[in-house]
């Protein structure tokens, strides 16, 4: 039976920055359906206003796939702020979910927030990706602190390519202490309904998130735990086809 992926990304980014991880994933799963949506405040929806609880996300996210004639249930792949869309959304309609994988994610219930967060990171996030007016360096900031498997030309590179996509689609200022302000407010239920199948992935690597807190998610809920000892907090973009066997692994 063809199944319907859905792909939500993180804080402050966009469909786009999936890059071409969502064509590699169709052209090795054929039979299926590869979907990504947009958050609110970012990317199509640039111009509205971001919800400050994730709850407000998952309402955005379901209404999306209706629009488009997708119909549930959906196997999410979520990272960061969009694995707790997707766990808020797996506890809210576990009948609308048939798999989930959380990648690279956190809770205030399980982390505090210098886990959450990686105090070395403070400045410079806050400088160069919060503040600062020059996007370029912007951008460069981001992918500096979150891909571990790119050289520095590659990056550079992409992130000439980021700077047009916040051109055309800006993430407000506001916009962008809104999700931070849902995602640092993000209280993950105890334990996720037992009847949808679902697992925790994480770079080794990551600078941004600590890797303990995917440790500590997986062990309270009981789910399988999936680590690249290497990758960063962009695990599709440092390693996307280990993510993709690692994905077709965890329905199979």
């Given amino acids: 039976m063809a199944r319907t992926w859905v792909l939500l990304r993180g804080l402050v980014r966009e469909q786009k920055h999936w890059e071409d991880f969502p064509a590699k ?3 090795a799963l054929p039979n299926d359906t590869v979907v990504t949506l947009d958050l609110p405040g970012n990317g199509i929806f640039h111009d509205q206003p971001s919800p400050t609880c994730i709850g407000g996300m998952v309402i955005h996210a379901r209404e ?26 797996l506890s809210q309609a576990p009948n609308e979910v ?3 994988a959380l990648i690279n994610s956190s809770s205030s219930r399980f982390s505090p927030f210098w886990q959450r967060l990686r105090p070395a990171n403070y400045v410079r996030l806050i400088r160069e990706a919060i ?11 981001i992918l500096e602190i ?17 700077v047009e996509y916040a051109r055309l689609q ?3 200022l506001t ?10 407010r993000f209280h993950a239920p105890a334990s996720l309904p037992g009847s949808v199948p679902a697992m925790i992935i994480c770079g080794g690597g990551d600078r941004l998130v600590s890797p303990s807190c995917s440790r500590r998610m997986a062990e309270a809920w009981q789910l399988p735990l999936k680590v690249h000892p290497q990758a960063g907090h962009d695990l599709p973009l440092d390693a996307p086809q280990w993510l993709i066997n690692t994905l077709i692994e965890g329905v199979t």
């Avoid at 979150?146 to 980021?162: E, F, G, I």
């Avoid at 916009?175 to 640092?184: E, P, V």
């Fill in 146 to 162: 979150t891909s571990n498997l790119h050289d520095q030309a590659y990056l550079h590179q992409l992130a000439d390519k980021w």
């Fill in 25 to 27: 994933m169709q052209a």
């Fill in 175 to 184: 916009n962008s202490l809104r999700q931070l302000l849902a995602a640092m």
């Fill in 98 to 100: 048939a798999f989930a």
């Fill in 64 to 89: 999306q796939l209706k629009s488009q004639g997708h119909n549930g249930p959906y196997h999410l792949v979520a990272l960061s702020l969009g694995a707790m869309t997707a766990v808020q959304w």
């Fill in 170 to 172: 800006p993430v407000s």
């Fill in 131 to 141: 503040l600062v007016r020059d996007p370029v360096r912007k951008e460069r900031a």
